[in-house]
């Protein structure tokens, strides 16, 4: 009898001994590093902050958002809008926020139009008239209410700190600031906050007040001090008296909405991304099912030859988003036309039977146009992720901050057709699918993607960039999971980007990618395409990169 107790209580122990192993090997499993990436140090810190205090990357997310908006001013933003992904670790769902702005009530087809029928120019990138109905307010409301762990006022806080307190600019920081001059000096809102007499330098510190006293007044009235309270009231008066067209009813009707990610394969990859108002998950989804009817890895990186199939892939995928897209709920086009693997097949029959072209070679400029947006991306140890893209439109959005409120105003009625067949700031045409209506959403390049393998995420990444965001998110996916770079190689690789009008292959100047002028494409050389902002699962952990396209970035790793 005793045997046996002794042989029971030892086995108990062994049985106690293994759970304890399997329960340790699972918590190692599962319960990874966390990670942020930022286009900004400070805001990057923010988000690790809230990690380590118990947040979520949910709770991060948000506290970015708010941060990047002060410390971030030329696309960081609570007076413009964006979409993130949401992916719930424990309910293993994915969904996406659309919190994009919306045309005022008040939008006609033809209102950046003379009586003539000609664009007027600047009326949709730097007057009253530019600006949507702002939702990153909102939007950060909606993620908290459903998916945060901590008070949205500590959420906010460490915004209200950096405007109040100030935080030192860097040596990018100032000089973008300067090289902007003109641009704020037309608004005397803006110059008050943004123009220095004798130029901004390195190691200054930078104080917005206004947008302190914003940030606390959301921090305390909640999502409405924005859409109806103090907030909305200076915006819309400031824009009536400017000959702007906000109503009240404008902000008070605004209502950012979950949507349902679009994911698609990718050989053994499951790629989620945004989907109508932006076209990037759908453009992004046509290239990747092009692209998977050849024999990717028998192609060198940035060869001539990759480099030509990478190059239609984008064309006949940009070409369709010309043609057929615009914000959904005034469109009935059913987007699977363009998505479908067998419609892919057939693009893949075209690029393969074509003749490649050859040797028609017009050098270009450098353009340097600044393409703004910005991208983060979160997660957290649990396995939640939050992909994150969000922007003013091009850099400081309309220039024009609303009185009194310190908020900087997007431009991105600009991203509607004003007028089809006529380019936008980034040169992308449209149909009437994308026509100026009232109340409706601008069509968006933005990209805020997810890959998943094995169920988890595995690649967490999005970029700035205008129409260029798609093709720079496209060759980091096909950099990993086709190339098997490292995140940092795949970061650093040179791109090309094509967007099927104007007919010009836009590349960035490098030896590695070879013979581009043979393609058969005018080429025009970019000082940079995109600026990624990614997290790659690598074994057992994440890691994260920032983009050195531009200095600032940083990815930080917390336990
Ligand atoms: N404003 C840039 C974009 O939404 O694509």
């Known amino acids: 009898m005793k045997l046996i107790h002794t042989l029971f209580k030892r086995n108990l122990l062994i049985f106690l001994f293994l759970i304890s192993l399997i329960g340790f090997s699972s918590v190692s499993v599962s319960k990874h590093n966390a990670v942020v990436v930022t286009r900004h ?42 979409f993130a992904l949401l992916y719930d670790a424990n309910k293993k769902t994915i969904e996406s926020i659309d919190y994009r702005e919306r045309a005022p009530i008040r939008a006609r087809e033809n209102m950046f139009l003379d009586e003539n029928g000609n664009v007027v120019n600047g009326l949709s990138t730097s007057s009253f008239l530019a600006s949507g109905i702002p939702g990153t307010v909102d939007g950060m409301f909606k993620i908290h209410k459903k998916y945060g762990s901590l ?5 906010i806080s460490p915004a209200i700190d950096l405007a109040e307190k100030g935080f030192i600019l860097s040596k990018f920081q100032a000089e973008y600031f300067n090289s902007n001059r003109d641009k704020f000096s037309k608004n005397p809102e803006t110059k008050k906050v943004f123009v220095k007499e004798n130029l901004w330098k390195k190691g200054d510190l930078f104080f917005q007040e206004d947008l302190a006293k914003t940030l606390k007044r959301i921090s305390k009235f909640g999502r409405d001090e924005f859409y109806s309270g103090e907030t909305a009231k200076k915006i819309i008066n400031y ?59 028998s192609y ?104 009194g409120t310190g908020i900087l105003m997007n431009n991105e009625m600009d991203d509607f057709s004003i007028k089809p067949g006529f ?59 086709i190339f098997d770079m490292e995140l940092d190689e795949a970061s650093k690789a040179k791109r090309i980007h094509h967007q099927w009008k104007p ?54 790793s917390v336990r």
């Open 151 to 155: 008070p949205i006022k500590k959420l």
């Open 239 to 297: 824009f009536q008296k400017n000959g702007g067209i906000f109503t009240k009813k404008d902000f008070m009707s605004y209502q950012s909405s979950f949507k349902s990610s679009l994911c698609s394969t990718f050989f053994d990859f499951k790629v989620c991304s945004m989907s109508l108002p932006s076209s990037g998950g759908i453009v992004l989804s046509q290239a990747l099912n092009i692209l998977e009817n050849f024999n990717l890895t």
């Open 41 to 82: 140090h400070l805001a990057t810190e923010v988000g690790s902050k809230i990690l380590l205090d118990g947040g979520n990357a949910f709770d991060a997310a948000i506290s970015v958002a708010f941060a990047l908006a002060v410390v971030n001013p030329s696309a960081g933003n609570i007076g413009g809008g964006g």
């Open 300 to 403: 060198e990186h940035n060869s001539l030859e990759y480099n030509r199939l990478l190059t239609e892939a984008m064309r006949f995928s940009f070409a369709d988003r010309s043609e057929f897209l615009g914000d959904g709920d005034f469109n009935n086009f059913d987007i699977s036309r363009i998505t479908s693997k067998k419609y892919a097949k057939s693009l893949s029959t075209i690029i393969k039977n074509s003749e490649s072209k050859i040797l028609i070679n017009t050098p270009g400029e450098y353009l340097n146009e600044s393409e703004e947006t910005t991208h983060f991306s979160i997660i957290d140890s649990k396995g939640n992720a939050v992909s994150n893209t969000y922007t003013l439109n091009t850099a400081y959005g309309s220039g024009i901050v609303a009185k």
């Open 503 to 556: 007919d010009i292959l836009f590349i960035e100047k490098d030896k590695k990618i070879k013979n581009i002028n043979r393609i058969g494409f005018d080429t025009v050389y970019r000082e940079r395409i995109g600026e990624s902002h990614s997290i790659l699962f690598n074994k057992e952990n994440y890691e994260g990169f920032a983009d050195l396209r531009r200095p600032d970035g940083r990815a930080i």
């Open 423 to 481: 380019p936008n700031f980034f040169g992308l045409v449209g149909s009437e699918a994308n026509k100026v209506e009232s109340k409706k959403a601008p069509l968006s390049s933005m990209t805020p993607t997810i890959v998943f393998h094995e169920g988890k995420p595995y690649l967490i990444t999005g970029s700035p960039g205008g129409s260029t965001i798609i093709s720079t998110v496209l060759q980091l996916l096909l950099n990993i999971l």
